[in-house]
Every structure is written in C-alpha cells, then in structure tokens.
C-alpha cells in the first residue's frame, strides 16, 4: 500500500535550519509529485511547496518562499524540505502528501503521511 | 490570491443530514476543482470528496459534493450522519500555482 513516512523534525531556534524528509513507498514514485502541507498547533491546513516527479518544477507557498526549498531524490523514493532562516509562525506538524495525477499538477493530495513536527522556539 | 471561507463549526444528530459550506472570494468557484478532507483528532487527513463531486474508494455514498456557481460555492453533505463522521472537515482549491485550503470546520454529531 502507499506509504509516505516524514522524519527530521524537531525544536529549533529562530532563524535556525532544519531538514525534513519524506520517505515513500507502494508506488511508482517516480513519476508522481509530492507536496509539503503544515498544520499549526490547533489550526487549519496550509499548503507548503510542491515538486515535479522529475524535478524540474518547484511552487512554494508566498509564506516560506525565499526561506525553504523542496528537492527530491528519485533513487530514493525521497523527497526533502530544506527550511531557513525559521521563525515562530513556522512551529507546525508537516505533512508530505502524494499528488493524484502523473502528468497535470492537479494539487488534489491523494495520501498523506503521519507528519513529523517542527517546533521554532528560543 | 482568493480565500475560502467555511463555518466554524456545525452540529446535527445521528441519521440526519448536515451540509458544509464552502464559499470561494474571488474568482470562480468552478474555475478549478474543490476537494474536501475530513481530519480526525490525531489523524492525518484523509479525502471524502475530490474533484467536486467523486468519492474516493472506500469512502460511503453517505457523502457528497456539489458546487454552486450562483453564490460561488462548494458544499460537502453528509447524510444518514453516524457518531465517526465526527471531524474537522476542509475544503481545498487552487489557482495557477496557489493553493487554498479552507479554515475548517468542526462537525459535531450529538
């Protein structure tokens, strides 16, 4: 079955680095996007970035654009969040999320994993 | 960018039917699809409703989804309710590259 597993989380300083990760399994994904969404402590959904199956095409949200950057590794059925500069209104459970359609980005999440949070706090 | 406004919360009783609003600002509501996810405590979420109207494998005939172009709006109904629809439930679009997800609501089966 399709299995997406978030890992890296944990508690930073502002204006500190972390990098996420999110393993995927039980589809060819290689050829599917892959999504980043966050959750705040008790609030909505909020999407983070996206990435092509190839690569070549990254959108981020105007919230982390500039700071983080979405990369993947198909030889490793990964895809990574490299978040900078961190602030407060970071602090969020992560989620990566597999895109539905192979070939038009169709942003509809069709399996989501478990989330590793992130805690930005001095 | 456009936003998408639902309740806060709504609540019925067990076997009868409730609808979730989900109004779109600017733009047509029809211009892209609208998905919902419903979100239990603790849970990842997990699709009821994509592409306006299709349900995901799995997932009851008890929802469904409609758009209504006159007041630029999605809405997800829940019939027949039962004590585990109890959630949060979003609604989510996009717009070119931006994505919007509804501020949620929380449906509560008393």
């Known amino acids: 079955q399709v299995l997406l597993a978030e890992s890296g989380g944990g508690v930073v300083q502002p204006g500190g680095s972390l990098r996420l990760s999110c393993a995927a399994s039980g589809f060819s994904f290689t050829i599917y996007g892959i999504h980043w969404v966050r959750q705040a402590p008790g609030k909505g959904l909020e999407w983070v970035a996206f990435i092509r199956s190839d690569g070549g095409d990254k959108y981020y949200a105007d919230s982390v654009k500039g700071r983080f950057s979405i990369s993947r590794d198909n030889s490793k059925s990964s895809v990574y969040l490299q978040m900078n500069s961190l602030r407060a209104d970071d602090t969020a459970l992560y989620y990566c999320?597999?895109?539905?359609?192979?070939?038009?980005?169709?942003?509809?999440?069709?399996?989501w994993g478990q989330g590793t949070l992130v805690t930005v706090s001095s | 960018n456009f936003m998408l406004t639902q309740p806060h919360s709504v609540s019925e009783s067990p076997g009868k039917t409730v609808t979730i609003s989900c109004t779109r600002s600017?733009?047509?509501?029809?211009?892209?699809?609208v998905q919902w996810y419903q979100q239990r405590p603790g849970s990842a979420p997990t699709t009821v409703i994509y592409e306006g109207n299709q349900r995901p494998s799995g997932v009851p005939d008890r929802f469904s989804g409609s758009i209504d172009t006159s007041s630029n709006s999605a809405s997800l109904f829940v019939s027949g309710l039962k004590t585990e629809d109890e959630a949060d439930y979003y609604c989510q679009s996009y717009d070119g590259t931006t994505v919007v997800f509804g501020g949620g609501t929380k449906l509560t089966v008393l």
């Open positions: 999320a597999k895109e539905r359609d192979t070939v038009a980005v169709t942003y509809y999440f069709d399996y």
């Open positions: 600017s733009g047509s509501i029809a211009s892209n699809y």
